[in-house]
């Protein structure tokens, strides 16, 4: 009987090491697994909708301002509630990422609205949805906020704090956050410092006009930044499949163009209005939160935050002041000097971002409640 041989699996397991051994394989494993159970996030309405019921009710919002739910249920007692950036939506802001919380439990989705935005609406979705895994699962969610969604979660949780209460939530991770406008226009330059600065400083202006031309350019920024990061292909093949990338581009550029003149001047108008953060003035409030909490920025923020950003001050100055559990990290790229991590970057820089995720989650303690009798 001839002795067994494992020539052709490290042959194939070669084919995907071209550039680094472990990170072409982890792809491919994780493919295989998306290609036996793709991601099907389906629409989910929490069993109570009270709060964004009283919020449309007194004309706060309309139900277009709101943003979608969707689903991905798993087995897991830690479930994830992902509030992505301006763009892409939440379920592309996680793509890759996505194979890890749904080991953890379920995955919950806020794409944001296309054509309206509330900021109040949408802080009474996350009131439901919380209230609803707490009382109906026994869970404490993990809330992940990217860029302007990390902004959206710091703002949930200070009115919480403002109204005299306290979300119960197992955990917080602010990836890049982005929390006023300050953070990406220092009040009163001229010229923006930051790319995405360029694309929203005519909306912030006082008593500009949006005109159809803002609104193109604000659509070309955002795409040309997701395109230069696509321009990569030698780290892509390391990420994707090609039919995944052409899936995430589709849908990354549909977002874009999609968003009407009503959604982008009141996403932008939510972050216009968010108070920039501060330990000092707001120290009756304070902590936002006792659950334990991950604030991540990247190693070059500089196409996004601006120098000297308020929320990105106060974390590096008072992190405790508002997350007594809270620990700050840089994602570096480490040796690789040519592309360094970029803003939001958990697509092209994942893995850079993977280690300090699963590192937090693994420190979770059980998120399960006692069930009400």
């Known amino acids: 009987m001839p002795a067994l041989s494992f020539a052709p699996a490290l042959s194939l397991l070669a084919a995907f090491s071209r550039l680094s051994p472990a990170r072409p394989v982890h792809t491919f494993f994780r493919a295989t697994g998306y290609k036996l159970r793709p991601p099907r996030p ?69 794409n944001y609205p296309r054509s309206g935005f509330s900021v109040e609406l949408i802080a009474a979705q996350l ?19 990217v860029s302007f969604g990390a902004g959206l979660a710091l703002d949930w949780l200070r009115r919480a704090r403002a109204a005299g209460r306290s979300p119960d939530i197992g955990g917080l991770v602010l990836v890049s956050p982005v929390a006023c406008a300050a953070d990406i226009v220092v009040p009163g330059e001229v010229k923006a410092s ?23 350019r604000s659509r070309a920024i955002f795409a040309k930044m997701f395109e230069a990061g696509a321009q990569n292909r030698e780290a892509l093949r390391v990420l994707l499949t090609l039919p ?9 550029l549909a977002a874009i163009q999609n968003i009407d003149t009503h959604g982008a ?38 196409s996004v935050i601006a120098v000297g950003s308020p929320t990105r001050a106060a974390f590096e100055t008072a992190l405790a002041a508002f997350f007594p559990r809270g620990e700050l990290k840089t994602v570096s790229s480490q040796t690789d000097t040519v592309n360094p991590v970029q803003h939001a970057s958990l697509i092209f820089h994942y893995f850079q971002f993977l280690p300090h995720v699963t590192a937090f989650y693994r420190r979770l303690k059980s998120n399960r409640l006692s069930l009400a009798a």
């Not at 919020?55 to 919002?61: E, K, L, N």
């Not at 379920?91 to 919950?108: K, M």
């Open 127 to 145: 009131d439901d949805l919380v209230t609803e895994l707490n009382l109906a699962h026994g869970q404490r969610p993990v809330i992940f906020g």
């Open 244 to 252: 995944e990338l052409h899936q995430l581009r589709d849908r990354v």
């Open 265 to 302: 001047c009141e996403r932008v108008g939510a972050l216009r209005d968010m108070p920039p953060l501060s330990p000092w003035t707001v120290a009756d409030q304070l902590p936002l939160t006792e659950a334990p909490t991950l604030v991540l920025y990247a190693e070059k923020e500089t």
């Open 42 to 110: 389906i629409p989910y309405t929490p069993a109570n909708t009270t709060a964004q019921t009283q919020v449309i009710a007194r004309g706060a919002a309309g139900v277009h301002q709101g943003a979608t739910l969707l689903c991905e249920r798993r087995l897991g007692s830690v479930p994830t509630i992902v509030l992505g950036g301006f763009v892409p939506d939440a379920t592309e802001q996680v793509f890759l990422l996505r194979g890890y919380l749904l080991r953890r439990g379920s995955v919950y989705y806020l």
């Open 194 to 216: 930051t790319l995405i600065g360029r694309a929203l400083k005519p909306y912030l202006d006082s008593g500009a006009t949006v005109s159809q031309d803002v609104i193109s």
